[in-house]
């Protein structure tokens, strides 16, 4: 196993259009998480999922951010009609239930709005 | 207010000297978890350290070990006989009980760490 991957690691995008990254958890993780980083700050959380569920959303995640992970596997993270303020590092992480010793993190996307 | 508190933005150290990267945290919760992350300019988080509120002992894992103060809520977290490969930003993190299900992780600002050959 690899560890946690995203996918694309660079995303440049045009204001106003639709954006879809990608993230593949270590296999046997039930449990999956999606931050967004900006410039100079720590990660801030947007959503979890357990398993195909998804059980939490942060007040950050506005109505153009949606999130899936069908079957519980992969999970998608799409922004729609992005802004300049969506440009950040969006990191994925995944962990088993008890997580007491940190998650995994993957090497995130980062995204440029132009 | 700020629930993890890193006050050093940038810090530096001489190759093979030990440095403390300063920590506090604020929380009413009395069941919650500490966290060290190193990030390096890949992007990837490295998860370094976990202290739980708990813990008798002040966790150690290599060359790194966390001060762990409960009463100042404090964790500051030391690198010992620091290597040129520790240069990179630093996060301390924290995780509450009462965060619900997700018990996602709330990062500080980071402090940047610079080692001098």
């Known amino acids: 196993d690899t560890g946690v991957s995203q996918n694309p690691r660079h995303k440049i995008t045009k204001r106003g259009q639709n954006v879809t990254f990608r993230c593949d958890p270590i296999?046997?993780?039930?449990?999956l998480y999606w931050y967004r980083q900006t410039l100079g700050q720590g990660p801030e959380f947007l959503t979890y999922?357990?398993?195909?569920?998804?059980?939490?959303k942060s007040r950050l995640l506005s109505d153009r951010f949606s999130a899936e992970r069908p079957k519980g596997s992969f999970s998608t993270l799409e922004i729609q009609r992005t802004e300049q303020g969506d440009s950040a590092m969006y990191l994925c992480?995944?962990?088993?239930?008890?997580?007491?010793?940190?998650?995994?993190f993957g090497s995130g996307t980062r995204l440029t709005v132009v | 207010a700020q629930k993890i508190t890193q006050t050093q933005p940038g810090m530096f150290v001489q190759e093979k000297e030990a440095v403390t990267l300063d920590c506090t945290y604020d929380?009413?919760?009395?069941?919650?978890?500490l966290f060290w992350y190193k990030q390096p300019s890949s992007g990837e988080m490295i998860f370094l350290i976990y202290?739980?509120?708990?813990?008798?002992q002040n966790a150690t894992e290599g060359r790194y070990s966390l001060n762990f103060q409960k009463a100042r809520k404090s964790a500051n977290l030391v690198i010992s006989a620091s290597q040129l490969g520790d240069s990179a930003m630093y996060f301390c993190?924290?995780?509450?009980?009462?965060?619900?299900?997700?018990?996602?992780?709330?990062f500080g600002s980071g402090t940047q760490l610079t080692v001098l050959p």
């Open positions: 992480a995944s962990s088993l239930d008890q997580g007491d010793y940190g998650y995994t």
């Open positions: 296999s046997e993780h039930n449990r």
């Open positions: 999922f357990q398993n195909e569920a998804q059980l939490e």
């Open positions: 929380t009413s919760d009395p069941s919650y978890g």
């Open positions: 202290q739980g509120s708990y813990d008798q």
């Open positions: 993190a924290m995780r509450e009980r009462r965060s619900g299900s997700a018990r996602q992780l709330t």
